[in-house]
C-alpha cells in the first residue's frame, strides 16, 4: 500500500487538454496476480504534440523522505487505444520513480502543501492553489483520475467480462485503484464539510468521485471570482455528467447490485432483506415435517454438503424441499457444495447399537424426573414440534403398537438383562402412523432387537422389538502432551493406541498431504478446537504432539476437518469425486458450492466442466476458506465473471479462520464483503451463525449481534 499523501503535483495545460479532446488520468504500474513479477514503465501509447513531460504525479513521503508512488498521463478522450498486452490484471502496486529528460527530479519541496507546479518546461500556465476547497477538489481530482487510468490500463482484461458483468468488473477495478492509495487525511477533509465518505462508495465509485468534485467545484467558484473550473482539468463537465448518470450511476449500480442478488438467490420474501440457508442432511429425510417447519421458519435457501451421504439421500432431501416449497408456496433454492480437496480425518470403527435412556436426578442420586421416550413405529413421522423426548424407540410391531393405550405398561430387558418399564402417558396421531410417549423412571441400556412385551390382567403379550438404533459414534480424546498418529491407510479399524509409538491412531483419507508437510508446522482439527505440532513425518504416517485440546481433553471423531495452515500442500482443484458429484449439481440444484478455491486456474476448470454439462445458468458460490483465497478475491471475482452464470461469494469462516488466525478475522471478513460490495456480488455469511439457538434454542449475545452486522452489511 501507498504511504502517507504529503502533497500533490498536477502538471497540466489547461487550453492544450480542452482544445485537443484530452482527459488528464492517471496510472498506477502494478505487478501480476503472482506477486513476483514487476513490469517497467510502458512508453505512452500516444502523444500530445509538444507536451510529452506534462504528467500528473503523486508525491507521498515516508519518514521525512519523499518518493514517486504513480504516475498520470494523458488519455486520449473517446478514441483511447488499448492497453499493452500483459498477463494479468494490474492491481498490485510498487513504487515507480520518474525523471526530467535532464535526470533531475521535478517533485516539489516537502514545504508545499499541495500545490500546481510545472514538470519541464512548455508549461503556459500554473495555479497555486491555497484555500481548503482547493485542495480538496485537486486531492480528488487526483484520485479520479488514478481510478480512470487503472480502468484504461486494465481495458482489455475488462473486455473479457461476459456483457452481465462487464459494468461490475469495472467498478471493482475502480474500487480497487482507490484501495491503492492511502487517502485517510483526504477521508478526513472530506468528512469534516459532510461532503462525501469514501468507506461507503464501493459500489459506484467513479460516480460518487464525480459528484464530489462537482459539487466542489460548484462550491468554490460561486463563491469566488474565478473563472477557471479545475473539473475542466480532468474532464469536461459533460463527461462529470456522463459519469454521475450513465450505466455507472449511483441508483443503475445499487438496481445492479441487487438484480446480481437475485439472479443467484432468488428475490427476497416481503419485508427481508436477507437471506436465511439452512445446511441439512440425513435428519431431513428422518423426519415428515423438518423442511415444512424450516420453511415457515423463513428458510430461502437450503445447502447440502456433498462431503456427506449420497446421490440417494441428496434426491430424497431435494424431493422434500421442493414438495414443501410448493405445498406452502413459499419459493426455496437449493445449494450443492461440492467437498473439494479439503484434508478429513477417516472413518473409525463403528461403535454399538445402544441407546442409554437416564432419568433425571438429584445431587443425592434419587429420581426426580422420569426420562421421556417416544415409541412409533419406523415409518411414522418424528414427534410433534411440541414435545421434547429424552429418547426415540422405533419398535418393529406396528398391530401391537396400535392396540396400545394410556396407562398400559411396556417391559423390556436392556442389554446388560435388566427388567425396564416404559409407561404410556399420552397419545398422539401422527403422519403414517400414531405414537405414544411413555415414561421410564429407571436407567436402561437399549439395544437393537430388544424384545417389547404389554401386560394384560392374564398374560403378557408381545408388542415386537426395537430397531434401527444408530451406532456409537467413535472418538478419540486427547489432551495436551499426547501423541497423535496420522495414517495414510484408507480406514482406521482401532481406537487402540499403537504398539510401535504409543499415539492414538487416526486416517487420513487425503493422500497427498504426507508428500508436502514438514516437522514443526502447526496443525488443527475440527475447526481448530484442538492444536498440534508436526514431530515426525514419512510417506505412511504424520507424528503430532498435541499442544491445545479443552480442559479435560477434546473429542476428536470420523470425517473432522484438518488444517495445516503453513504448509505448501498441492492441493488439486476439483477433485475426481467433485467431478462426479458435479454430474448430481448440475442436473437437481439451483446454485454449486465450489470448496477451497485458491487460483484462476480452479475457475477456469469449473468453467469448462459446466461448459460440457451445458448449465451456463447454474449460480456460483466460491467459497473462501484459505488465506490465498483472500489474497486472490479480486482476480477470482474478475475471472468468474468472465462466464454469464449468477455469481456469489461465502465466507467460510471455520476453516478461514483457522487458516488465517482467529485474531485477523474482523479484519479478513470485513475486507471480504467490500470487495464484493464493489463488484455487485452477493455475499453468504457462513459458519456457526446462530450455533447456539440451532442447539439450545436460545442465541448468545454475541450471536445475535454477528446476525445484526450481517443484516446491516
Not at 46 to 57: A, L, N, S, T, Y
Not at 399 to 418: C, H, I, N, P, Q
Not at 674 to 703: K, M
Request: aromatic share 6%.
Amino acid at each position: 500500500m501507498l504511504g502517507g499523501v504529503a502533497s500533490v503535483a498536477i502538471f497540466t495545460n489547461q487550453s492544450a487538454l480542452s482544445n485537443n479532446g484530452f482527459q488528464i488520468a492517471s496510472f498506477l504500474l502494478v505487478r501480476s496476480s503472482n506477486l513476483s513479477r514487476k513490469y517497467s514503465i510502458p512508453q505512452p501509447f500516444f502523444k500530445i504534440p509538444g507536451f510529452r513531460e506534462h504528467i500528473v504525479q503523486f508525491i507521498a513521503s515516508n519518514n521525512g523522505n519523499l518518493a514517486r508512488k504513480n504516475i498520470v498521463f494523458a488519455i486520449p478522450n473517446e478514441k483511447d487505444d488499448a492497453e499493452k498486452e500483459g498477463s494479468d490484471y494490474y492491481i498490485d502496486y510498487p513504487v515507480i520513480v520518474g525523471q526530467k529528460e535532464d535526470g533531475s527530479s521535478c517533485a516539489p519541496e516537502m514545504g508545499t502543501t499541495f500545490s500546481l507546479l510545472p514538470c519541464g518546461e512548455g508549461i503556459l500556465r500554473s495555479y497555486e492553489i491555497n484555500g481548503k476547497e482547493d485542495g480538496l477538489l485537486a486531492k480528488l481530482m487526483a484520485v479520479h483520475l488514478h481510478v480512470l487510468a487503472m480502468e484504461q490500463w486494465n481495458a482489455s482484461k475488462l473486455k473479457m467480462s461476459h456483457k452481465n458483468y462487464l459494468v461490475s468488473a469495472t467498478n471493482l477495478i475502480h474500487y480497487l485503484a482507490l484501495k491503492s492509495l492511502n487517502i485517510e487525511q483526504l477521508k478526513e477533509e472530506l468528512s469534516s464539510i459532510c461532503l462525501l465518505n469514501l468507506d461507503t462508495i464501493n459500489q459506484h465509485v467513479l460516480a460518487s468521485l464525480s459528484a464530489g468534485i462537482r459539487l466542489l467545484d460548484n462550491l468554490k467558484y460561486d463563491s469566488s471570482s474565478h473563472t477557471i473550473s479545475y473539473s475542466e482539468g480532468i474532464s469536461s463537465t459533460k463527461g462529470l455528467d456522463k459519469q454521475m448518470k450513465g450505466e455507472f450511476s449511483i441508483n443503475t449500480l445499487r438496481r445492479r447490485a441487487s438484480h446480481t442478488a437475485d439472479l443467484l438467490l432468488g428475490r427476497l420474501p416481503e419485508k427481508r432483506n436477507t437471506h436465511i440457508m439452512v445446511t441439512v442432511g440425513e435428519e431431513a429425510i428422518e423426519s415428515e415435517t423438518l423442511m415444512k417447519d424450516l420453511l415457515n421458519a423463513g428458510t430461502t435457501i437450503v445447502r447440502i454438503n456433498c462431503a456427506h451421504g449420497s446421490p440417494e439421500i441428496w434426491s430424497e432431501i431435494i424431493r422434500r424441499v421442493k414438495r414443501s416449497s410448493q405445498i406452502l408456496e413459499k419459493p426455496c433454492r437449493i445449494l450443492m457444495d461440492l467437498a473439494g480437496p479439503k484434508l478429513r480425518t477417516g472413518k473409525l470403527q463403528a461403535g454399538p447399537c445402544v441407546l442409554k435412556i437416564s432419568p433425571k436426578k438429584n445431587a443425592y442420586g434419587k429420581v426426580i424426573y422420569p426420562a421421556l421416550v417416544w415409541l412409533s413405529s419406523p415409518g411414522a413421522a418424528s414427534p410433534p414440534a411440541h414435545v421434547s423426548p429424552d429418547a426415540i424407540l422405533h419398535v418393529d410391531g406396528e398391530e401391537l403398537l396400535s392396540k396400545l393405550e394410556v396407562d398400559d405398561v411396556v417391559t423390556l430387558f436392556d442389554a446388560r438383562g435388566k427388567q425396564r418399564t416404559l409407561k404410556i402417558i399420552s397419545r398422539y396421531p401422527i403422519f403414517s402412523g400414531v405414537g405414544y410417549m411413555a415414561e421410564c423412571s429407571k436407567a436402561a441400556y437399549v439395544k437393537s432387537g430388544a424384545k417389547l412385551f404389554i401386560k394384560d390382567k392374564r398374560r403378557k403379550l408381545s408388542a415386537g422389538h426395537v430397531v434401527n438404533i444408530p451406532p456409537l459414534k467413535q472418538f478419540i480424546k486427547l489432551r495436551v502432551d499426547d501423541l497423535l498418529s496420522i495414517s495414510r491407510d484408507g480406514q482406521n479399524e482401532e481406537n487402540n493406541l499403537t504398539s510401535s509409538t504409543g499415539a492414538h491412531r487416526i486416517a487420513c483419507s487425503s493422500e497427498y498431504v504426507f508428500d508436502s508437510v514438514k516437522p514443526g508446522e502447526p496443525i488443527a482439527f475440527d475447526d481448530g478446537k484442538i492444536w498440534g505440532i508436526i514431530k515426525a513425518t514419512s510417506t505412511l504416517e504424520i507424528l503430532v504432539s498435541i499442544t491445545h485440546a479443552g480442559p479435560r481433553g477434546s473429542k476428536l471423531g470420523s470425517e473432522k476437518s484438518i488444517n495445516i495452515p503453513r504448509s505448501n500442500i498441492r492441493y488439486e482443484g476439483l477433485t475426481s469425486k467433485d467431478l462426479i458429484d458435479l454430474d448430481f449439481v448440475a442436473n437437481h440444484a439451483d446454485m454449486v458450492g465450489v470448496s477451497f478455491v485458491r487460483d484462476v486456474r480452479d475457475i477456469l476448470l469449473l468453467r469448462q466442466e459446466l461448459e460440457k454439462r451445458k448449465r451456463r445458468d447454474l449460480g456460483i458460490s466460491l467459497k473462501i476458506e484459505t488465506k490465498e483465497g483472500f489474497e486472490k478475491l479480486p482476480l477470482l471475482l474478475l475471472e468468474a465473471m468472465k462466464m454469464p452464470n449468477p455469481l456469489g461469494i461465502m465466507i467460510a469462516r471455520g476453516d478461514l479462520a483457522v487458516e488465517c488466525g482467529w485474531e485477523n478475522m474482523a479484519y479478513i471478513q470485513k475486507e471480504i464483503i467490500s470487495v464484493c460490495t464493489a463488484a455487485h456480488v452477493p455475499v453468504i455469511w457462513a459458519t456457526q451463525v446462530l450455533e447456539s439457538l440451532v442447539r439450545s434454542g436460545v442465541p448468545t449475545r454475541a450471536e445475535l449481534t454477528d446476525v445484526a452486522e450481517g443484516m446491516r452489511e
